[in-house]
C-alpha cells in the first residue's frame, strides 16, 4: 500500500486527482507566456496544481529547455523580505540553467554584473546567491535579468509566486507590486504563475483599475474536484491498498461527509487507509467524528471572533444551506434584518467562509464547521 496517496501536505504524482482542464489551460498559459492568476478558497489544491503542472506535466509536454521554480510569499513582510524571497528564486533558476562552470560564471557576471553572482549549494541544488542592495529596482532588474539571461541561453522558465497576496498587506505593497509588473508586463521568456487564497486581497490587487497588476493576468478560478472524478480515483486507491475496492455506501460516505473538499478528502482517507482491511461505512463515521472531535475547538475560537451577524448567518446554513440570503425565510431562521444579513453575507463570501454550490445554495465552505456549528446549533 502507498499511503501517499492521500497526503496531508501537497499532493502530486499519483497521488493527484484530476484538474485536466486547468492544467491543460496552465500549460498553454506557459507556452505562451501569458500571466496567470489562480486564485481559490484555502487548502483547494492550488499548491498541488502548480506543482504538478510544473513537476509532471511540463517535461511530458512539447516545451523543451524549460525551467522551473516556484517560491512562497508566506512570510513576506516587508521589502527586504520580498526582494529575498525573489531573488533567491531567481538564483535557483539562474544555477540550474547556467551549472557551475568557469565559463558560465563569467557569464553570470555580465547577465547580473550590480548583483554580486555567487555560486553556492544547499540542500536544495545549486544555486546563484545574488546580493544587490534593497530596492525596488533590483527586483524589477533581477526579473528583467532572468528574462534576458533565457533568451540568450535559449530557454523558457516558468516562476510561481504562491501565496502572492501578501505582497498587498505590506507597508509599500503598491510600490512592490509596481516593480514586479515592469518586469512582467516586459517578460519574453519567463512566464509567471501567482496563487493565493485570500480573495478580498486578491480582488483589491488584480480587480482594482488603480492598481499595477490590473489586467495584467488571466485569472483561474480552482473549484472542488467533481464526484465523478473523485470516484475512480478513490476506488483505484483502495485497490492498491487492499487488494480490493471498497463499496459503494462507504465511497458515498466519504464523498457526502467532506463534500468533495480536497483537503478533508485527504484528511479522512489518509486516517482510513491505515486500517487493515477494506473500510466500511462505519469506519468512515468513526474517523470524520474523530477529525471533527480534533478540529472542534479551532473551529469554535475561529467562529467565535466573527461579528454576531456573521455568526447567524454561519449558523443558519450549518442547518440548512439556502440560495437566497436575504430571502424572507432565511432572515427568519438566522434572525436578521435584511440590511445586516447581506452585510454579514458580503464579508462572509470576501472570507471564503461560505461558498456557493453548484445547486445555487449558500454553505459553509469548511464540512467541519458545519458539522461542529449544526450539532451545537440543537442546544440552543
Ligand atoms: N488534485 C488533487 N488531488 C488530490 N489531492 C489534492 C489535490 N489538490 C489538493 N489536494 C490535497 O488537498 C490538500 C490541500 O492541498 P494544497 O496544499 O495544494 O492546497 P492549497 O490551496 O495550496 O492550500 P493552502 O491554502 O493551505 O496553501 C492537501 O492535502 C493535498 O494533498
Ligand atoms: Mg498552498
Not at 533558476?93 to 555560486?119: D, T, V
Not at 458515498?252 to 461505512?281: K, S
Request: glycine share 4%; proline share 4%.
Amino acid at each position: 500500500m502507498d499511503k501517499a496517496y492521500f497526503p496531508l501536505t501537497v499532493a502530486t504524482g499519483h497521488s493527484f486527482c484530476n484538474r485536466e482542464n486547468i492544467r491543460a489551460q496552465l500549460l498553454s498559459n506557459i507556452g505562451q507566456v501569458q500571466p496567470t492568476l489562480l486564485s481559490a478558497p484555502r487548502r483547494y489544491g492550488k499548491t498541488s496544481l502548480v506543482e504538478q503542472v510544473l513537476q509532471y506535466d511540463i517535461p511530458r509536454s512539447p516545451l523543451k529547455n524549460h525551467f522551473s521554480h516556484s517560491i512562497e510569499l508566506l512570510m513576506a513582510h516587508d521589502l527586504e523580505s520580498v526582494q529575498h524571497i525573489i531573488l533567491s528564486g531567481i538564483g535557483r533558476l539562474a544555477g540550474n540553467i547556467l551549472p557551475f562552470h568557469k565559463s558560465a560564471m563569467i557569464k553570470l557576471q555580465g547577465y547580473f554584473s550590480a548583483m554580486r553572482p555567487e555560486y553556492t549549494m544547499d540542500i536544495k541544488g545549486p544555486r546563484v546567491a545574488l546580493s544587490p542592495k534593497v530596492s525596488l529596482q533590483s527586483i524589477t532588474e533581477g526579473l528583467m535579468r532572468l528574462d534576458q539571461m533565457a533568451q540568450q541561453e535559449g530557454v523558457t522558465v516558468t516562476l510561481a509566486m504562491d501565496e502572492f497576496q501578501q505582497i498587498a498587506t505590506i507597508r509599500q505593497h503598491a510600490e512592490i507590486e509596481a516593480a514586479i509588473r515592469a518586469a512582467v508586463q516586459h517578460s519574453t521568456r519567463v512566464s509567471y504563475i501567482f496563487t493565493g487564497s485570500n480573495r478580498h486581497l486578491l480582488d483589491i490587487m488584480f480587480e482594482n483599475a488603480s492598481r499595477p497588476f490590473f489586467g495584467q493576468c488571466e485569472r483561474i478560478t480552482l473549484e472542488r474536484i467533481s464526484e465523478d472524478k473523485y470516484r475512480p480515483f478513490i476506488l483505484t486507491a483502495a485497490n492498491n491498498r487492499w487488494g480490493k475496492q471498497i463499496d459503494g455506501d462507504t465511497l458515498d460516505r466519504i464523498l457526502q461527509l467532506t463534500r468533495c473538499h480536497p483537503y478533508y478528502i485527504n484528511a479522512l482517507c489518509h486516517r482510513l487507509w491505515r486500517h487493515p482491511e477494506p473500510v466500511l461505512a462505519v469506519d468512515v463515521a468513526s474517523e470524520w467524528a474523530y477529525l471533527t472531535h480534533q478540529e472542534s475547538d479551532n473551529i469554535s475560537s475561529h467562529v467565535g471572533r466573527l461579528a454576531a451577524s456573521q455568526r447567524a448567518v454561519i449558523i443558519a446554513l450549518a442547518v440548512a444551506p439556502d440560495a437566497n440570503l436575504t430571502g424572507k425565510k432565511f432572515l427568519q431562521r438566522a434572525r436578521l434584518a435584511a440590511s445586516s444579513c447581506a452585510q454579514a453575507a458580503k464579508a462572509l463570501k470576501s472570507a471564503d467562509i461560505i461558498y456557493q454550490q453548484k445547486d445555487g445554495a449558500w454553505a459553509l465552505l469548511d464540512p467541519l464547521m458545519e458539522v461542529v456549528l449544526s450539532d451545537n446549533s440543537t442546544q440552543w
